[in-house]
């Protein structure tokens, strides 16, 4: 594929990612901070939020699987969740971890298990999106090209 | 944000130097960040390390202490490494909580003049009222921004007592200038926190924003 029609293709899929409200100006911060000095910062981030929302997503079946639910161990594994992937600029799943949280501080173990469900749901999607992009800027790097800097219209 | 258009990513300025003096002999900016989050960890001493600062991260309270010798040990680490300028802490944190750190900094009489800034994706008035009574110099909000630590170390630089003072007596952290940063305010609409230190009341005045 021609390097040109790559980049519009990374670019409009990039934009379709802050369209669908997946991710936030906070993931542009990341980008905005990746540099010809650490040109993996973005994946690297997003490789460490992964691998801890695995361990988290695992602690968190486990606790509402037990007797005797330990809502204040669940509130603190959202917690992080929420900050984790409030730090990368997951909005949608930083968004479920809130609601998350309120139905924890009511203790309604029916609502804690949907949104346990779906942050999980949440969680696969945007990990399976960002993977997509990593791998559409991948090809533009290895064809010699460089990320496009796409423009803000309004928010 | 679900209306969001494109998307534009900026290079930072070629003279985002805030923190390094190279070629001054002046020395370099060292900030000792405490985050119990691998994630915030790696996100923040990147943002620090793009203002050329130094930047030592670590993650818990008590791992900060015995960093800077504090933790009754007799240790010698902390005579030789880089003085600390400015201590960055999460607020919520397994065992001992920022707060927590915060107090014991204080009460020492080697520490207790290294500003410490308060870091939380929780704005709770009380939280942060505690905070900066017990001397923290900002409370922070999660998700950290660029335009946040380069605000905080520009004028912290400075090394104006008259600055630094003068934002002590103020319960609410300040809004900030956002020149550098993206129009990030107007997104956050989740129920519980905003975007960085500012007022919780609708979009200050005195921010500059799209």
Same mark, same amino acid.
């Given at each position: 594929?021609?390097?040109?029609?790559?980049?519009?293709?990374?670019?409009?899929?990039?934009?379709? #990612?802050?369209?669908?409200?997946?991710?936030?100006?906070?993931?542009?911060?990341?980008?905005?901070?990746?540099?010809?000095?650490?040109?993996?910062?973005?994946?690297?981030?997003?490789?460490?939020?992964?691998?801890?929302?695995?361990?988290?997503?695992?602690?968190?079946?486990?606790?509402?699987?037990?007797?005797?639910?330990?809502?204040?161990?669940?509130?603190?594994?959202?917690?992080?969740?929420?900050?984790?992937? @409030?730090?990368?600029?997951?909005?949608?799943?930083?968004?479920?971890?809130? #609601?998350?949280?309120?139905?924890?501080?009511?203790?309604?173990?029916?609502?804690?298990?949907?949104?346990?469900?779906?942050?999980?749901?949440?969680?696969?999607?945007?990990?399976?999106?960002?993977?997509?992009?990593?791998?559409?800027?991948?090809?533009?790097?290895?064809?010699?090209?460089?990320?496009?800097?796409?423009?803000?219209? @309004?928010? | 944000?679900?209306?969001?258009?494109?998307?534009?990513?900026?290079?930072?300025?070629?003279?985002?130097?805030?923190?390094?003096?190279?070629?001054?002999?002046?020395?370099? =900016?060292?900030?000792?960040?405490?985050?119990?989050?691998?994630?915030?960890?790696?996100?923040?001493?990147?943002?620090?390390?793009?203002?050329?600062?130094?930047? +030592?991260? &670590?993650?818990?309270?008590?791992?900060?202490?015995? =960093?800077?010798?504090?933790?009754?040990?007799?240790?010698?680490?902390?005579?030789?490494?880089?003085?600390?300028?400015?201590?960055?802490?999460?607020?919520?944190?397994?065992?001992? +909580?920022?707060?927590?750190?915060?107090?014991?900094?204080?009460?020492?009489?080697?520490?207790?003049?290294?500003? &410490?800034?308060?870091?939380?994706?929780?704005?709770?008035?009380?939280?942060?009222?505690?905070?900066?009574?017990?001397?923290?110099?900002?409370?922070?909000?999660?998700? &950290?921004?660029?335009?946040? &630590?380069?605000?905080? +170390?520009?004028?912290?630089?400075?090394?104006?007592?008259?600055?630094?003072?003068?934002?002590?007596?103020?319960?609410?952290?300040? +809004?900030?200038?956002?020149?550098?940063?993206?129009?990030?305010?107007?997104?956050?609409?989740?129920?519980?926190?905003?975007?960085?230190?500012?007022?919780?009341?609708?979009?200050?005045?005195?921010?500059?924003?799209?």
């Amino acid at each position: 594929m021609e390097l040109g029609l790559m980049q519009r293709r990374l670019e409009d899929y990039t934009k379709s #990612l802050f369209m669908e409200g997946l991710l936030d100006a906070q993931f542009l911060q990341l980008q905005q901070l990746q540099d010809e000095s650490n040109p993996g910062f973005v994946g690297e981030v997003v490789s460490l939020f992964f691998d801890d929302s695995e361990k988290l997503l695992n602690e968190l079946t486990s606790a509402m699987d037990q007797q005797i639910v330990d809502f204040r161990k669940v509130d603190s594994y959202v917690h992080q969740f929420k900050g984790s992937s @409030s730090s990368i600029g997951a909005q949608r799943i930083k968004n479920v971890c809130i #609601l998350f949280r309120n139905y924890i501080e009511e203790q309604n173990i029916e609502a804690c298990l949907r949104c346990l469900q779906q942050v999980k749901q949440e969680y696969y999607h945007v990990k399976s999106k960002l993977e997509t992009l990593f791998r559409l800027e991948q090809q533009v790097l290895a064809a010699g090209g460089s990320i496009p800097a796409i423009e803000v219209t @309004s928010f | 944000m679900a209306a969001a258009g494109a998307v534009l990513r900026q290079k930072l300025p070629g003279n985002m130097d805030i923190c390094g003096r190279s070629g001054k002999g002046s020395p370099e =900016f060292h900030v000792l960040a405490v985050d119990d989050s691998l994630v915030d960890r790696k996100v923040i001493e990147k943002l620090l390390r793009s203002l050329s600062c130094k930047v +030592t991260v &670590v993650e818990s309270g008590s791992r900060a202490l015995q =960093f800077l010798g504090l933790d009754g040990e007799d240790s010698s680490v902390g005579f030789d490494a880089l003085p600390v300028n400015l201590i960055m802490t999460d607020y919520s944190m397994p065992g001992m +909580t920022g707060y927590e750190l915060l107090k014991k900094i204080k009460g020492s009489s080697a520490f207790r003049e290294i500003p &410490v800034v308060i870091m939380s994706s929780e704005r709770i008035l009380a939280r942060i009222n505690r905070c900066l009574e017990e001397g923290a110099e900002e409370f922070l909000s999660k998700p &950290v921004k660029l335009s946040d &630590v380069e605000r905080l +170390t520009r004028y912290l630089l400075r090394g104006e007592a008259d600055q630094v003072s003068e934002f002590r007596k103020r319960k609410l952290p300040k +809004t900030c200038d956002l020149e550098f940063s993206f129009p990030s305010s107007p997104l956050s609409n989740d129920s519980d926190s905003s975007s960085s230190s500012r007022s919780s009341s609708p979009l200050p005045k005195r921010c500059k924003s799209v």
